[in-house]
């Protein structure tokens, strides 16, 4: 198979079903943002030397495939047939409780911080920022995306920005207050 099958040289695209569409449509703008934040986490990966914080990433990395493809299927019949697309309120549980591990091991926020610290929590800071701007392109978008895609991304910048703050404390990068 080759990468480049010339179908898109006009600036239009596929949606999963076949559909035709701008590659300037909010829905393909939105899972583009989607991708911008896997980048992000596989930007993260190439600078951590922490295996836990790692394998979460490679875990929301294919995440972040699962739900690139479910807003690239307006028609929603993928994640019925594909179950490595499924998302579900069992991963935004998942999420929530990785929040909390990582939560555990780090002082309590006393005041708003920079982004920045180790290469590791930067990245993750600058993937929290990008799913925030893939949170509010997804939420603009009608007919709406099914309901557990926004809680899931919604609570994926909060995993992004406490995972931040964990690969700092672990590397021992203070956290600069503002």
């Known amino acids: 198979m080759k990468i480049y099958t010339r179908t898109g040289d006009a600036g239009d695209t596929s949606f999963f ?13 939105a899972y583009g943002e989607v991708d911008e934040v896997n980048a992000c986490l596989g930007l993260a990966r190439a600078s951590c ?17 699962a739900l690139g493809a479910r ?12 179950t ?21 091991e780090l002082p309590p926020l006393r005041r ?13 800071h600058l993937a929290r920022a990008v799913c925030r701007r893939a949170e509010r392109r997804m939420v603009a978008l009608e007919p709406a995306v099914d309901g557990v895609l926004v809680r899931y991304v919604n609570r994926l910048s909060d995993l992004l920005f406490v995972m931040a703050r964990a690969a700092n404390h672990r590397a021992g990068a203070a956290e600069t207050e503002w």
């Open 17 to 29: 079903d076949g559909t035709r569409v701008r590659k300037s449509e909010p829905r393909v703008d």
């Open 49 to 65: 030397s922490d295996h836990d914080i790692d394998a979460e990433l490679v875990h929301l990395q294919q995440d972040l495939f």
């Open 71 to 82: 807003l690239a299927d307006p028609g929603e019949k993928i994640a019925a047939r594909v």
């Open 84 to 104: 490595k697309a499924a998302l579900g309120d069992e991963d935004v549980t998942r999420l929530e409780q990785l929040i909390d591990r990582y939560e555990a």
């Open 112 to 124: 708003f911080i920079l982004a920045g610290g180790s290469p590791t929590g930067a990245a993750l």
